[in-house]
């Protein structure tokens, strides 16, 4: 690779931003660590207008990336756009068939194109980085690609939405309403402004886990959808049941290999608050890989926000001016292969369920007949007093039984007049 | 880099022996991430006939470990001899003048001769690499050396010796002495069996601490020891005590630049069960970064073991096959500096003090007002009764002040017959 290395940053959002200004400030470092000269000779972005928090030089900027790449000489392009289709996977497309190496911290994009894309990548012979799709400041990707390589993992899984730890940990702090806290969460920018819901459904977690189920089993990118909740229905009444059972609830994504198939998931648990996810707080991320010889492994930190995002795109720079050319999942696109579906019907666990009923004679009955019914039997219940007297919430949690058993139980539920709004419904997880 | 790589592996104790049967086990791997087929062609170790649990391949065996690097055509040699000095320096250097990378998992050697190795490896253009050092199968130094790369490291600290880590969990679980606990480490092989010293006095985390600061800071590997301390003097007194103040005893690794100045020490500390750290238990190690703009960065797993460290090794040796000649620091040798180092006796904290004394009049008011003499002010103190009734435990929790007006204030009480011992000291740490 020569000395001199020209850069391209597509997007100057918040992250391309505090990018833009890390590498100018950080040319020194780099070259210390690298012995290659970076030089930012194109930037793009929707408004060339728009009020930033650092100063750009407007003699580089382009409205149109896909200019950038006819018309420049980039070595490295940044693709800090976002969307999983689109002008992002036009420009990086275009990018790579025209042998630039691209970093993006894009996960809708490498969750849904990343085969294709790496592919791409390997034909061009250039790389095709994205450590800062996952778990913003973790090296986690690297680690995994990398620090783990031989390793056989079987299991990985973690809390990967800042958003929803966030707001989960603040509405036990704070004892405040879902809405109310959602609401400080956006103010304090860990939250979208204007469209949160990808990350409070569960859509963003589960991009992460696919990428990273991906890299940790050797395998294609699955395609298909297996469970994918989020938090939006989970009540300040839970999060105080939770405390008072020294538990507490977590959005967890988690990945493993049943019986050599793949078993992906999104949703909020029940932890322990003895255990190292349960004290895993506000907007902190954190990846747990199971494998062998390596035993548990943990990493922790800052799971968004520029700085960290930027520490890993600059990690994916380095190993860039650093090395040869990798395969950006390691193993090139032929050996890696689809690892077949598990059926989460199949999936056994603990229920936490909360029901919300008219307050009258029988409808107790009418929940724990139709338990039995299935074989579910009732650990715990929990009947909370309500401030409107006509309405009780009924809490239970249930011993063990597969996902199927418990949808044909409450499947009954939906039409019985008494039981008001849909159950809610939290996984109890063991580490 | 040539497809068939030789490899050599110099020590087939506990750890080289795992190697040897993973390296042998997982070629196809190997060759599916880098391309490259690996051949074992020459293993060294004292002895050829001692009882391993994998069968070596006698045909490939050498008594001095020199001969190979003269005979053979070795590309990537292994050392994991131990000792700082000796053969395994040798036969680095051998191997590293020879122009053969070196992988090693010898902390004592990389900790005393890691620049001049380094500056040898940079000088022949080879890799020396030692993920290995450090926290067994953390990917820790390749985290710092490239998925950290571009940060700005403050301090480095963590459980860094898994021994010491599991014998002060074990004495809380089991409520048995030191002596007993030590055995039955021992007996797990988790520490040595004939000479567990290196473990317990605070060395061994020591070295480790060293080559952590060089990575985090950029700057040659320092040589003062400042402050070594290990867990040979913890008492289960102590540990009882410290579970009353829900609290719990930590031999903790610790590294900083203070007004530019590298504080670096290994000593025991009381950790609040409520922190992270207060939380790695047994046999886990952690590493803890502050970094900007990464925030703080937390590392958790397996500390030791032939499995942890093989995948460590392993790792080194992908590294090595993927890519580009590497510079063992990341940072030239000419390029790091020393740090001038902190005077530790500026270090302000509040400590734990544990006095046995002859249980008659006037000793604890000789030891209060020996304290009040020096402005060392107390914050708490509990008297806890002893089976031998001629004899007290008297544990004081002080408030702040610096080692240097401690260890004055402590001096007196070396002659005073009443004071049976010398004084156990463990310092308060505040995540």
Request: hydrophobic residues 40%; glycine residues 6%.
């Given at each position: 690779?020569?000395k001199?290395?020209n850069i391209?940053?597509i997007?100057?959002?918040q ?8 590498l100018?400030?950080?040319k ?28 750009i030089?407007k ?7 896909l200019?950038?790449i006819?018309?420049?000489n980039?070595?490295i ?11 992002s996977?036009?420009?990086v497309?275009?990018?790579?068939k025209?042998k ?9 994009l ?6 294709y894309?790496s592919d ?8 095709l980085?994205?450590?800062a ?10 680690s ?5 390589s031989?390793n056989?993992?079987?299991?990985v899984?973690g ?8 707001i989960?940990?603040?509405m036990?702090?704070s004892?405040d ?15 979208e ?14 991009s992460k886990?696919?990428?990273?189920s991906s890299?940790?089993?050797?395998s294609k990118i699955?395609?298909t ?5 989020g ?17 507490r609830?977590?959005?967890l ?9 793949l078993?992906?998931?999104?949703h909020?648990?029940?932890v322990?608050k ?8 506000g907007?902190?991320?954190?990846v747990?890989?199971?494998g062998?010889p390596?035993?548990n ?6 799971g968004a926000g520029p700085?960290?995002t930027?520490?890993s795109?600059?990690s994916?720079m ?18 890696r292969?689809?690892l ?6 199949n999936y056994?666990n603990s229920l936490?369920?909360?029901f ?8 107790l ?10 074989n ?5 219940l929990?009947q ?7 309405i009780?919430s ?6 063990k ?5 418990f949808?044909?139980?409450f ?7 008494n039981?008001l709004?849909?159950?809610?419904i939290?996984r109890l997880?063991n580490?």
């Amino acid at each position: 690779m020569k000395k001199n290395i020209n850069i391209a940053i597509i997007g100057l959002g918040q992250i391309g931003i505090y990018l833009y200004n890390e590498l100018n400030t950080k040319k020194k470092t780099i070259e210390l660590k690298t012995g290659k000269k970076i030089n930012i000779i194109a930037i793009s972005a929707k408004n060339i207008n728009k009020k930033r928090p650092f100063k750009i030089n407007k003699n580089i900027f382009y409205n149109n990336p896909l200019q950038i790449i006819k018309k420049k000489n980039i070595d490295i392009l940044f693709e800090l756009i976002g969307f999983s289709d689109g002008i992002s996977k036009k420009v990086v497309e275009a990018a790579l068939k025209n042998k630039i190496h691209v970093i993006t911290a894009n996960k809708a994009l490498i969750a849904k194109h990343g085969d294709y894309l790496s592919d791409l990548a390997e034909k061009n012979k250039v790389n095709l980085e994205f450590e800062a799709t996952v778990a913003g400041g973790i090296p986690i990707l690297r680690s995994i690609k990398e620090g783990l390589s031989t390793n056989k993992i079987t299991k990985v899984y973690g809390i990967l939405n800042g958003t929803c730890n966030y707001i989960l940990s603040e509405m036990e702090n704070s004892k405040d309403i879902f809405a109310n806290v959602l609401k400080k969460a956006q103010k304090l920018g860990y939250a979208e402004p204007l469209n949160p819901r990808l990350d409070l459904n569960g859509s963003d977690a589960f991009s992460k886990i696919r990428i990273l189920s991906s890299l940790c089993f050797n395998s294609k990118i699955s395609k298909t959808k297996c469970l994918i909740e989020g938090i939006d229905n989970i009540d300040i009444k839970d999060i105080e049941i939770a405390a008072q059972l020294n538990m507490r609830i977590k959005l967890l994504g988690i990945s493993e290999i049943i019986n050599g198939q793949l078993f992906e998931r999104v949703h909020t648990c029940l932890v322990s608050k003895d255990t190292y996810i349960g004290n895993v707080n506000g907007v902190m991320n954190a990846v747990i890989l199971h494998g062998k010889p390596i035993g548990n492994s943990y990493f922790q930190g800052e799971g968004a926000g520029p700085g960290p995002t930027s520490s890993s795109l600059l990690s994916d720079m380095l190993s860039i001016l650093r090395g040869n050319i990798k395969n950006p999942f390691v193993i090139t696109g032929k050996n890696r292969k689809f690892l077949k579906s598990y059926n989460f019907n199949n999936y056994v666990n603990s229920l936490y369920l909360r029901f919300e009923v008219k307050d009258k004679p029988g409808v107790l009955s009418v929940i724990t007949n139709r338990l039995a019914e299935y074989n579910i039997s009732v650990k715990r219940l929990i009947q909370t007093p309500n401030k409107n007297k006509n309405i009780a919430s009924i809490v239970i949690i249930t011993h063990k039984s597969n996902e199927s058993n418990f949808k044909n139980c409450f499947s009954a539920f939906k039409n019985n007049k008494n039981i008001l709004k849909p159950i809610t419904i939290i996984r109890l997880y063991n580490e």
